[in-house]
């Protein structure tokens, strides 16, 4: 008697493994399209299509609303979520187009601090509403209400991605590890850093929030000629990132894992709740490669905006591999499969 095929489990929570997606999702893409210049793949967060001389890029993310946050910030919080992974292009972000399926006792008002928000983070960076959906429906509840486009416009010249890569490039990174786990957890759950830490240093982790995105990133390294490629640093953090980042590209890294910039709200939560922050995720951690006659520049004015950075790491022949360097030891980068902020996440929510 043949044996049943054993069936092949997703994670509880998170995104589903690259694995699944090679088996299942890039085999089966629609119609092949040469206007496609960049498709789906891992480590890049858009798709990029030319329209005429024109090159539109390309994201899809949840709109994710935690009313707990409060509704402005919450959208703020969405807002930034959507074009961070368009903006890493390189291209302009330009074209929203949300579709909005709200819970059913969401009110008037909570509404209309939600779009005012959006309106005014739109306004900012020059971004217009394309199109969209807006309704209440049975069924759909917190945080996600709905899915949003984000749209980047440009010329062939300013696009960014893993055909660009070469070897001597330098890996920079932006604001370090953990960035969105320390600002969610500590704005979701006040107490617990309070009762772990004290009252100071949940107000420190909690300002690391306003981080959580990498406009502003990317609108410093746009500037930059031989920024080659960037990725936002999301599900996984800092070590999955730079994993789907090689993947894409297809070329060696060596990364220096003591030179990342390491802010103290962020290691003092991980060592209070006792996980890897360079595996956790953290939306408004940029991934730089740059032209080594760039880097340091980049570096430079990274700075003079405010924002903490270092150059990390290098590109290295392909038979060399990924590896991720310190004084201990060297190993080799690999992908870390589970994000711990879903665990806590969890884990905090319990009562008692």
Not at 187 to 198: D, I, Q, S
Not at 272 to 287: N, Q, V, Y
Not at 324 to 332: H, L, M, P, W
Request: proline share 7%; glycine share 8%.
């Amino acid at each position: 008697m043949r044996k049943a095929m054993t069936e092949k489990k997703l994670p509880a929570l998170g995104k589903i493994p690259p694995a699944f997606f090679d088996r299942v999702i890039y085999p089966r893409l629609g119609a092949r399209n040469p206007n496609i210049v960049i498709g789906p793949r891992h480590g890049v967060d858009y798709g990029v299509v030319k329209v005429g001389n024109t090159y539109l890029a390309m994201s899809t993310d949840p709109f994710f609303i935690v009313p707990s946050f409060g509704f402005a910030k919450a959208a703020w919080f969405a807002f930034h979520i959507i074009f961070s992974d368009v903006a890493v292009s390189g291209l302009q972000p330009r074209y929203l187009a949300i579709d909005l399926n709200l819970p059913p006792e969401m009110k008037e008002s909570e509404l209309e601090e939600v779009w005012t928000a959006v309106h005014e983070e739109a306004k900012k960076y020059g971004i217009s509403v394309l199109t969209g959906h807006t309704a209440r429906y049975t069924g759909c509840s917190y945080p996600m209400v709905g899915g949003a486009t984000s749209i980047a416009v440009g010329a062939k010249k300013d696009l960014r991605g893993p055909h660009r890569v070469k070897v001597s490039d330098r890996l920079v990174i932006t604001k370090g590890p953990g960035i969105e786990t320390t600002g969610l957890l500590a704005v979701l759950f006040p107490h617990k850093f309070v009762a772990v830490g004290g009252e100071d240093f949940q107000k420190e982790a909690a300002a690391v929030f306003y981080q959580m995105s990498v406009m502003d990133d990317c609108a410093i390294a746009r500037r930059f000629p031989d920024v080659h490629v960037m990725h936002d640093a999301t599900e996984c953090g800092i070590w999955g990132g730079l994993y789907e980042m090689t993947r894409a590209g297809d070329y060696g890294l060596r990364v220096e894992e003591e030179l990342i910039p390491f802010q103290p709200a962020v290691r003092k939560t991980a060592g209070l709740f006792r996980f890897d922050p360079f595996c956790a995720i953290s939306e408004g951690t940029l991934l730089v490669i740059v032209d080594k006659r760039e880097a340091d520049a980049l570096v430079t004015a990274f700075k003079r905006k405010g924002i903490l950075s270092a150059v990390c790491g290098e590109v290295v022949p392909k038979k060399e591999g990924q590896k991720i360097v310190s004084a201990e030891r060297e190993r080799v980068l690999e992908h870390p499969q589970e994000d711990p902020y879903w665990i806590l996440a969890a884990e905090f929510s319990k009562p008692g």
